[in-house]
Nanobody, 122 residues
């Protein structure tokens, strides 16, 4: 399974950005697509996830109400709409494919994309 993330960039605080991630295939063993981020000097952290089957979504508390995960099954693509961006959201964002037993945890994800940089200026 190959993942290709895109859509990162530099924006001012308060603005929006949408990331997308296309997977080469969608299998029942990888039912969840997750978004993680890693800021300089910090550990990678969970941001959001969405399941292919039902569209169930999961969010970190820090982004709840601001970030929204969506999907287009026919395009094998998931999106992360990021609203009201803050400088603390600055990080490299990764998409990943996992089984869905524990969407908040990186160990659930077997395949990872290359990451896309998001920079939010104040």
């Amino acid at each position: 399974v190959q993942l290709q993330a895109s859509g990162g960039g530099m924006v001012q605080a308060g603005n929006s950005l949408e990331l997308s991630c296309t997977t080469s295939e969608r299998t029942f063993s990888h039912n969840v697509m997750g978004w993680f981020r890693q800021a300089p000097g910090k550990e990678r952290e969970f941001v959001a996830a969405i399941t292919w089957s039902s569209g169930s979504t999961f969010y970190a508390e820090s982004v709840k109400g601001r970030f929204f995960a969506t999907k287009e099954n026919v395009k094998y693509t998931v999106y992360l709409l990021m609203n009201s961006l803050k400088p603390d959201d600055t990080a490299v964002y990764y998409c990943a494919a996992g089984e869905g037993y524990a969407p908040h945890y990186s160990w659930d994800y077997k395949y990872w994309g290359q990451g896309t940089q998001v920079t939010v200026s104040s």
